[in-house]
Nanobody, 128 residues
Framework: QVLLVESGGGLAQGGDSMKLSCAASGGTFIYYAIGWFRQAPGKEREFVAAVSRTGGSTTIADSGKGRFSVSRDNAKKTVYLQMNELRPEDTAVYFC?????????????????????WGQGTSVTVSS
């Protein structure tokens, strides 16, 4: 079992950058593919980004393409979500999630139902 803790959220203005971290403990981190999701008030949770076990494959939701990137440092058991050119519509609670035994190693998963473990989330608020 893996425990995920997000950090790095806070207040930002439109156009700012913010880097979220997802730190894992327990389990063998390299066996897990990681995803980022967000949920805005009154809205359903939506996919943001995902990275494969090795970090070699990533995908970004259309809402973040050109602005967001995802990466991982397996030695530090941490996944990062770099968000640039933030917009008010990026305001949400951001969650990271882990899928165990992801295979093939280059696979990433944009569906929330694929994930086995979730963090508690970190709040991001972007003002105009």
């Amino acid at each position: 079992q893996v425990l995920l803790v997000e950090s790095g959220g806070g207040l930002a203005q439109g156009g700012d950058s913010m880097k979220l971290s997802c730190a894992a403990s327990g389990g063998t981190f390299i066996y897990y593919a990681i995803g980022w999701f967000r949920q805005a008030p009154g809205k359903e949770r939506e996919f943001v980004a995902a990275v494969s076990r090795t970090g070699g494959s990533t995908t970004i939701a259309d809402s973040g393409k050109g602005r967001f990137s995802v990466s991982r440092d397996n030695a530090k058991k941490t996944v990062y979500l770099q968000m640039n050119e933030l917009r008010p519509e990026d305001t949400a609670v951001y969650f990271c999630a882990a899928k165990r035994n992801a295979y093939p190693s280059g696979s990433y998963y944009p569906q929330a139902s694929d994930y086995d473990y979730w963090g508690q989330g970190t709040s991001v608020t972007v003002s105009s």
